[in-house]
């Protein structure tokens, strides 16, 4: 398949320079500043994003073929696309790729994971390692409180934690211990492993 693998480099910078070109003379007042930002920014940000992704998820012209050959296919992979677009984080780009590369046919996992990772920050997936390192051998739950002294507070990663029960790397949990101005605390679900498997392969890759 080597002899087949595509520059993306080269396909991505061809691209965002014909969307500029169209830009440009498009009439409307304030387009052609719209259009300066849009291929300075492309060309310093979402180029590499872009070539990155689709260099590690490896994209060739088989796999491309295979896209366009399915209609459901092609969806997948503008959604995955658009993702990326939306995504700043370097871990988060890169753990995309990873899970593209492995589930690019299998539309409940990319929906969740697109779901999931979409805007991200690295910030966030940097707490979502440290929080699911957190959980004890015996539990399957996510506390976010801790104990200082006699007392119980909220986790120092509470806001972190929270979004990512929200984004569904935990799924939200109503246990018995809850109570009124308490914590809430997010269970494991069949993502969560795997997620986490991505995002500490990804780290190491960035």
Request: hydrophobic share 40%; glycine share 6%.
């Amino acid at each position: 398949m080597s002899n087949k693998r595509i520059e993306w480099g080269k396909e991505i910078a061809q691209a965002g320079n014909d969307v500029a070109e169209l830009a440009k003379d498009a009439g409307i007042p304030g387009i052609g500043l719209l259009a300066t930002f849009a291929q300075n920014f492309y060309e310093r940000h979402l180029q590499k994003r872009f070539s990155k992704f689709l260099s590690d998820a490896e994209i060739d012209q088989e796999m491309i073929g295979k896209i366009l050959a399915d209609e459901n296919y092609a969806n997948y992979f503008y959604a995955a696309l658009e993702t990326v677009r939306q995504t700043h984080s370097k871990i988060g780009v890169a753990a995309l790729a990873l899970i593209y590369k492995d589930h690019w046919n299998d539309e409940v996992y990319l929906i969740a994971a697109t779901r999931a990772f979409s805007q991200v920050s690295d910030r966030t997936l940097e707490a979502f390692l440290s929080l699911y390192e957190s959980i004890q051998p015996d539990k399957d739950y996510l506390e976010l409180r801790i104990r200082k002294g006699d007392e119980y507070h909220f986790h120092d990663l509470y806001n972190e934690g929270v979004e990512l029960i929200g984004r569904n790397f935990f799924v939200l949990s109503t246990g018995a211990s809850m109570h009124a101005n308490g914590p809430i605390q997010g269970m494991k679900w069949a993502h969560t492993d795997s997620y986490y498997r991505y995002c500490r392969a990804a780290k190491a890759h960035v």
